[in-house]
């Protein structure tokens, strides 16, 4: 080979193997994905979405022109991205880039951008170089794309979710999440129905403004909703894809256990928010120093055990933590506030490559519990969020305390990794109540309400269990009200 290119002719040689390598990348596109998360690699989900396409989708972006460094590589990460999509799916996948509103009257264009608002795509004004040597200049950027699929038009804010505040941060972010915000858009746009999702009540769980954003702001938007009594029915109605079971404060008694354990097994889902200690801060406040964490006695502890998991009576701690406002002393008449990381509030992240996780940031944990993984034939566990290297736990009766953040603790007693804040558990589930149902029950069950008892999911399902119901609450502020979940109240 170095005979060919030290040749006489040598040249040549060389200049055709760069002409046939330019010529196999315009055709063939290929990125290496050299992230130990395998941030940039497609997930098996999004690969049979794509696959299973019936009719095109066609994809705007609207990041085109002249744009600022970090958006013009927010808009090469989607060209590579959607390339990718469209090897996957072929002409199922058409795409292409537009600056919106050019060469269109101002009339026209101020229509357009009111469209685009009501797509729920709004502009971020930008401080872009107009020209090299020329002073910068305000530029309106449309961080967002229109998908279209037959006579539907749905819009994507690529930034939404993101406090811009962060700056070029914020953008990457919104970079390693392109494939879940374009995968999404796709299921939702080409989906001729969409999934009933239940929040259940009955058993104190909150309908208060600390779940507005929840509600409000994520599951009405995305999802037909309805809230459920889990008393006010003999079974919870199959016609529920999902359940969500946030913070419950008042036990569950057997009955209602069976109907979300019939519900589990004739195919239903659960994601269950469960704060099993009573701990919130407000209490810490009210008490100006300290006080116990206890048992909040829900009597879900054999249930969930079943299913594969045991959340314990414990708090997680943590070094990676958020800072919260404190007292340190007194300046004159005036307190000295300072911000102390408090270790009672992990930041948790993902260290799984599963889609329901992958390329999330720091989430903000508030009085979480650890979750043990159990044995339960046939189910399989994924750790979805968990502490940093540098946690530990502290068992019931666990004190809370201002003073972990005002003293430097020794740092060598946080010496366990990963402890499991949310686990995904899939397979077959076992019901709780086999051979421990009367005769009489079942007999209500099949006449009653037309739905036999089964002691197994005929097909594999799945379920999520989170020691933290306070990860979907969102902070109410008296100046504010309701403020979104990914905003913190001392931000």
Known sequence: MNKVFSGKYGWIALVLLLAIVSYLGSIVHYRIDLTQEKRYTLSTPTKRLLENLKE??????????????????LSNSSSELLEEFREIAGNKIQFKFEKPGQNLADTSRGMLYDSLSRLGINPTNVRAQAKSGESSEQTMVFPGAVLRYKDRVMGVDLLKGQSFADGFNSLNKAEALLEYKFGNAIEKIVADSLPLIGYLTGNGQPLTFNVYDLIEGTLKPNYPFGILNIDSVGIIPPVYSALLVVKPTIKFTDQQKLKLDQYVMHGGKIIWLVDQLYAELDSLQRAASDFVAFDRGLNLDDILFKYGVRINQDLVMDLQCE????????????????????????????????PVSKNLDLILSIFANSIDTVESPGIRKTVLLASSANSKSLSTPAPVSWNSAKIEEDQQTY?????????????????????????????????????????????????????????VMNVVTQNYGPIPMRMHQFD
Do not use: C
């Open 56 to 73: 095109p989708v066609s994809i705007t972006v609207l990041l085109a022109g002249d744009l600022p460094a970090g958006f013009r590589k």
């Open 323 to 354: 800072r919260v406002p404190l007292v340190v002393g007194n300046v004159g008449n005036q307190p000295q506030v300072e911000f102390l990381p408090w270790p009672y509030f992990p930041l948790v992240s993902s260290y799984s490559n599963h």
């Open 415 to 471: 010496t366990e990794k990963h402890i499991p804040i949310a686990v995904l558990l899939e397979g077959k589930f076992s019901s709780l109540y086999t051979n421990r149902i009367s005769s009489a029950m079942r007999d209500t069950l099949v006449n009653l309400y037309r739905q036999p008892f089964v002691s197994e999911t005929p097909y594999e399902s799945n379920m999520i269990v989170i020691s933290d119901a306070d990860l």
